[in-house]
């Protein structure tokens, strides 16, 4: 029997080629979009992406989760895909006929004196959006039926296809169009569109994507079992109320920086430099959203064998330790990481410790939550986001008019910390895991310390020498944890599940 750590770890390798490589693609999409466009005219494409994120949540109200708890459980798993399948596409027509018919208004309340959101920029984030919803489940099945590599290349094409096209407009026709060049590429570009050809090609990418999952769309019955649809329904609507918790923890400060700073003009330049420096992080998203991917079906398949929760805690432990490689990866090279976005975006780079600190929490969050999607009890997941979203605005709402995006970072943390200790105690009370807890203190502990130590040589004025000696603080990091943990490491060599044999 093969070890089962090995499979999630390599599914979530596989899934990473779906999410690594996509974020990467759009990763180098922000030194293109920050030297085009201004800060202000760059908040337009961090605010409205900030929207479709946090209205994501209302269009799929958590049925990718809800169709995993029943394709695990029930039989006639055709049935569970019929159902959830309908259902969105369903849902997914009403939110947006909803949205068309005030497109116009939205993109008149949305527009500051120095960035206009036109109606066509709204439009196409709804037919986004609605996109998205439709390949939510048949992207869930690939999950359930084990085919990461089919998921990862399909994610990837997407990207790939949005990647080009963006690629396209603006560093191609956009370039043509401002040099007065009379040719094709510059006639294709119309400067009233501008950054809203993401958008557009994000639209385009989604349409082939749909294209390429006909197989899964298709192998669809439309009929919709109502019984089952209720039981759904009644697992799914906490996970709304977290999913949209989640979403204003993750992007209400993009969007409540400029309800709540007073100038309406350097409001809209803090959205772009505070979205553009959020990108630095994105190493360590990239990895929570890979894991996350392959964890869930993982965790749910796992639930009814004995020893489930020290495999759980295992896996928590090196997630752990691994986030806390990529939080001083970032951080250790970020004097020549910065230069992916433009100069003018630098100001907002002293946000990325305390954004990759608040992602590691998310990360943890995410480990925890199987305690209250196993048992069933997903209200208590809704209680945890409800919390975070309280202390996300709360702390908004107070700081952002004296210290802009400085104050969102600080409540991002402040959040997901608080999620993150809440959602422990409440788990050990409920469905109770024996975390390693001291070993993961002690590994942050020490890779806070290590960054603590690179400050003290920051104003180093040779900038190899700065980065060498940084780079060799992470090698102690790596050191002191393979010496620690070289033991528990060779057991994954064992077609036993090392979490089987002792308690992590």
């Known amino acids: 029997m093969s070890n089962p750590l090995k499979k999630l770890a390599g599914q979530t390798v596989v899934y990473g080629l779906g999410t690594i490589l996509p974020r990467f693609l759009n990763y180098f999409l922000t030194p293109i979009l920050t030297r085009a466009f201004l800060p202000a005219e760059y908040g337009i494409n961090s605010e409205l992406y900030a929207y479709i994120s946090f209205l994501n949540v209302i269009f799929t109200y958590g049925m990718e989760t809800t169709f995993f708890n029943f394709n695990a459980k029930l039989e006639n798993k055709q049935d569970v895909y019929n159902t959830a399948f309908v259902s969105l596409i369903a849902s997914s027509i009403v939110f947006s006929l909803i949205l068309l018919i005030f497109a116009s208004t939205i993109g008149n309340v949305l527009s500051t004196p120095n960035a206009v ?5 709204i439009t196409w984030c709804i037919f986004i959006m609605a996109s998205d919803a439709m390949m939510s489940i048949p992207f869930a099945k690939l999950r359930a039926d084990s085919k990461p590599l089919q998921f990862s290349m399909l994610k990837l094409f997407n990207v790939v296809v949005n990647f080009g096209l963006t690629v396209f407009f603006i560093s191609f026709c956009k370039k043509a169009y401002d040099q007065c060049d009379d040719n094709f590429m510059a006639s294709l ?40 649809l209720k039981k759904m329904l009644r697992y799914t609507w906490p996970l709304i109320i977290l999913g949209l918790a989640g979403m204003v923890n993750e992007t209400l400060d993009r969007i409540i920086l ?3 700073m007073i100038d309406k003009s350097a409001a ?21 959203q890979a894991f996350r991917f392959a964890a869930e079906p993982f965790f749910f398949g796992k639930a009814k064998e004995k020893d489930s929760k020290k495999t759980y805690a295992f896996v928590m432990k090196y997630f752990v330790i691994f986030c806390l490689l990529l939080f001083l990866g970032t951080l250790m090279n970020l004097d020549w990481i910065k230069y992916i976005i433009d100069k003018p975006y630098w100001e907002g780079l002293k946000v990325v410790p305390i954004l990759l ?10 480990n925890l939550s199987i305690w209250y999607k196993l048992s069933g009890q997903t209200k208590y997941g809704a209680f945890i986001s409800v919390a975070g979203a309280v202390i996300t605005i709360v702390i908004n709402v107070i700081f952002v008019p004296a210290y802009s995006y400085m104050a969102c970072a600080w409540a991002t943390l402040a959040a997901y910390g608080g999620m993150m200790i809440l959602s422990y105690f409440w788990g050990q009370k409920y469905f109770p895991i024996n975390y390693n807890v001291r070993a993961m203190t002690v590994y942050a502990a020490l890779s806070l310390g290590l960054y603590l130590v690179s400050l003290t040589y920051a104003d180093m004025e040779s900038l190899p020498v700065k980065i060498l000696l940084n780079n060799l603080l992470i090698g102690i990091f790596v050191w002191i944890i393979y010496k620690l943990e070289i033991s528990n490491l060779k057991k994954l060599n064992s077609d036993v599940d090392p979490a089987f044999k002792s308690n992590q």
């Open 117 to 121: 959101y036109p109606t066509q920029f």
């Open 189 to 228: 570009y119309d400067p009233q569109i501008g950054i809203g050809y993401c958008f557009l090609s994000s639209l385009i990418a989604n349409i082939f994507t749909l294209l390429l999952l006909s197989k899964q769309i298709f192998s669809v019955q439309l009929a919709i079992n109502t019984e089952l």
């Open 258 to 260: 400029k309800k709540l």
């Open 268 to 288: 809209q330049e803090a959205q772009g430099i505070y979205g553009a420096c959020y990108k630095i992080a994105i190493l360590m998203t990239i990895f929570i």
């Open 357 to 366: 600190l608040a992602n590691l929490c998310l990360g943890v969050v995410y």
